[in-house]
């Protein structure tokens, strides 16, 4: 399977953790890195780490591109992304040991329309390069959420396997654009169903009429309740062991994708690409980098994940 990730908006990511963060004071964070990011570079980072060969794309700041060449060098990722002028911006990620994540997402650069065009342009070519292809993360500067809809029409028009993975107003107009999967949280499922989802039966509905949108696979993410996946052969559940150590919860969501693109390459059934996409979700939260650094480790966590299947469709 040829795949290629897409990240439109991408960011360096500082990641730092304290017990608390206490509004108007001074805080002390430790710093656990800073880390060439975007969610599509995440996903693209497991994916190597699993020795697979794709190529990555997007928009990249021309002026502090350093990092992100030698990363992808590094992962042995193909570079593809189309240089902008500017910089590419710096997003903080501060975890807190009772609490979530903070995110301070800042502004990066603003793409024009000429350089709108020419990627777009560059990305009608992409079914003969590519089978699947992942568009993940938010919108930078100057794409409007309908004109991503457009774009994304386009790519299922060529007849590659479009996988989702956004929010907000990108996730909104992108669900109507046909992709083949999308993997929102428990939390922007409600934001498009409009109403508060306290059950999995409440889940599992809104789920199967985002589903009834001509949207192939469902899959829902659910925190330490784990995760859901809809599609023409019913509905699966997979419950991964909690996890004792969180260290970070930062590319969990990321790592879930990559999880499941893995095991589409490798012809998985869908049980079985679940189980391991969840442990690779679960895998995350122990580490403050995004990737697998320790197969073992991922392999343990496989072996405690559990599958439930809740219907099947005959």
Not at 115 to 137: H, I, N, P, R, Y
Not at 154 to 169: I, P, R, W
Not at 202 to 219: C, D, F, K, M, P
Request: hydrophobic share 40%; with cysteine; net charge negative.
């Amino acid at each position: 399977m040829r795949i290629a990730t897409v990240t439109l908006n991408p960011a360096f990511d500082l990641v730092g953790r304290l017990k608390r963060i206490e509004i108007g004071e001074v805080n002390t964070v430790e710093t656990l890195g800073l880390y060439p990011a975007g969610k599509g570079i995440n996903v693209a980072k497991v994916l190597a780490d699993l020795d697979t060969k794709l190529s990555v794309t997007g928009f990249l700041g021309s002026e502090n591109q350093g990092d992100f060449v030698n990363a992808f060098e590094q992962n042995k990722l193909k570079d593809e992304f189309y240089r902008i002028q500017g910089k590419t911006r710096i997003n903080v990620k501060i975890t807190e040991t009772e609490a979530d994540v903070t995110d301070l997402n800042f502004l990066g650069f603003e793409i024009s329309e000429n350089d709108w065009e020419k990627f777009t342009t560059l990305s009608q070519k992409w079914e003969s390069q590519f089978d699947l292809v992942a568009v993940c993360g938010s919108l930078p500067r100057g794409v409007t959420a309908e004109q991503f809809a457009l774009w994304l029409e386009s790519l299922h028009q060529q007849g590659l396997k479009v996988v989702l993975d956004s929010s907000n107003a990108a996730l909104t107009e992108g669900l109507k654009a046909h992709p083949w999967l999308v993997k929102p949280n428990r939390r922007e499922l409600e934001v498009w169903a409009g109403r508060p989802l306290n059950t999995l039966d409440e889940i599992i509905e809104a789920a199967q009429a985002l589903r009834n949108q001509g949207i192939e696979n469902v899959i829902i993410s659910m925190g330490e309740k784990g995760s859901l996946w809809l599609n023409n052969e019913g509905v699966v559940q997979a419950q991964p062991p909690r996890c004792e150590n969180v260290v970070s919860t930062v590319g969990a969501g990321d790592s879930m994708v990559a999880g499941l693109i893995y095991g589409f390459s490798q012809g998985w059934n869908k049980e079985k690409t679940l189980r391991f996409a969840s442990a690779t979700s679960a895998l995350a939260v122990s580490q403050s980098n995004v990737g697998i650094s320790d197969r073992a480790a991922l392999d343990a966590i496989f072996e405690q994940t559990q599958i439930t299947v809740i219907s099947e469709n005959n």
